[in-house]
T-cell receptor
Framework: DTAVSQTPKYLVTQMGNDKSIKCEQN?????MYWYKQDSKKFLKIMFS???????INETVPNRFSPKSPDKAHLNLHINSLELGDSAVYFC????????????FGNGTRLTVT | GNSVTQMEGPVTLSEEAFLTINCTYT??????LFWYVQYPGEGLQLLLK?????DKGSNKGFEATYRKETTSFHLEKGSVQVSDSAVYFC???????????FGKGITLSVRP
């Protein structure tokens, strides 16, 4: 059973479009995250939710809006896509403890043309 | 603020060679330290962790020791395999609900 699953795995779209990425975890974790990984493999946190409440919101354009309908789901909606949004987006989950490891999904490769 | 510095890559080794990947950190508070590994086409997964000074984390033949005096958490393996080819990330966290700070990652390629 997949612990953290993201859909879709690949997403190719044109500039200006709106798209969503879905994430679900079946680990019973309270905290979920979205990370962006660029072409040089650098990872940057975007958002973190704990039990459906936003707790970390890094400097991310307003075009990105996370939504957590329940603590097992954290979706990412992106409006007016730009070329610079092309990256791999990772969802992750953990318990809200300092030494609790993150469990990552396999990523969504977004390509904006 | 918190930061993690990893040695520059990529690193290419022959099978059975000794591996060291350097990681140093700066942190406010008392961090927990982690190494994550990312195999091609996959998400990151925890390789090992250490939560206090002088702790040694180990897994799959990899080891790293939490050195508070040198603020380091270097990753070592005595004999690498082709299957160890991946991207390795050092990371730290201070406090529950605080973000995990990652280093830039380093790509390891192991030749048969």
């Amino acid at each position: 059973d997949t612990a953290v699953s993201q859909t879709p795995k690949y997403l190719v779209t044109q500039m200006g479009n709106d798209k969503s990425i879905k994430c679900e975890q079946n680990l019973g974790h309270d905290t979920m995250y979205w990370y962006k990984q660029d072409s040089k493999k650098f990872l940057k946190i975007m958002f973190s939710y704990n039990n459906k409440e936003l707790i970390i919101n890094e400097t991310v354009p307003n075009r990105f809006s996370p939504k957590s309908p329940d603590k097992a789901h954290l979706n990412l909606h992106i409006n007016s896509l730009e070329l610079g949004d092309s990256a791999v987006y990772f969802c992750a989950s953990s318990q809200p403890l300092q030494d609790s490891p993150l469990h990552f999904g396999n990523g969504t490769r977004l390509t904006v043309t | 603020g918190n930061s993690v510095t990893q040695m520059e890559g990529p690193v290419t080794l022959s099978e059975e060679a000794f591996l060291t990947i350097n990681c140093t950190y700066t942190a406010t508070g008392y961090p927990s330290l982690f190494w994550y590994v990312q195999y091609p086409g996959e998400g990151l997964q925890l390789l090992l962790k250490a939560t206090k000074a002088d702790d040694k984390g180990s897994n799959k033949g990899f080891e790293a020791t939490y050195r508070k005096e040198t603020t380091s958490f270097h990753l070592e393996k005595g004999s690498v395999q082709v299957s160890d080819s991946a991207v390795y990330f050092c990371a730290l966290q201070t406090g529950a609900n605080s973000k995990l700070t990652f280093g830039k990652g380093i790509t390891l390629s192991v030749r048969p």
